[in-house]
């Protein structure tokens, strides 16, 4: 399973820092929603400057306007941009379409859909499209839900990442999920010893 590391709030240097820190543990990086929205579309184009070798997610979580924010990801350098799966279907059906021209790759935040919307965007599934299940800071941190990726044993055939609160203690609740991508954030940036903590990751998730 691939580890995709989430940069969200810390200020870009400290983002570049952490990843220069935990390269060698990390498959993807992750722009939070967060730079984005303290430093704008720049924060995508430093971070995939700087590791052109990475394959880098814009997580800007659109939910209307597809077209101008997806051409703005991928224009700065994004591979992987995100769209709520709670969005119209038009703007999913929109990300779909530049996802593809662009040959990209389109990451469908399943945060607070139904089990209805659900099924309806798994029917859009495609290889350039992956669904992530996702538990929000919010009812993480004020309400103390914990993900128990309970919804994931049906979804064998698509693309799924997970997301939300991941630890070192909790990523044996992954196991036989089949999952391609662990979305993991604070657990490491975070840390005192972000290598450390992200080289236990990369030794928990191998082979999973
Ligand atoms: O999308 C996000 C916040 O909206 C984060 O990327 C995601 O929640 C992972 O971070 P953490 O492991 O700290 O929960």
Redesign the pocket.
Known sequence: MDIQL?L?RVTIEDALAIVKETEEYIDLI?V??SLIKEYGIESVRKIKNAYPHKRVVA?IKTIDNAEYEFNLCFDAGADIATVMGVSSIETIKKCLQITNKKQKIVMVDLLNTTENKRNQLFSLSNPNVIFCD?L??DE?EISGKRNTFSHLDNVWSIRYAV????TTDSVDQLVDKKLEIA?????ITNSSKPEKTAKRFKELLKGL
């Open positions: 989430a969200d992750e939070g929603t997580d996702h929000s800071k993480q997301a939300g609160g991941i979305i993991i954030g604070s657990a």
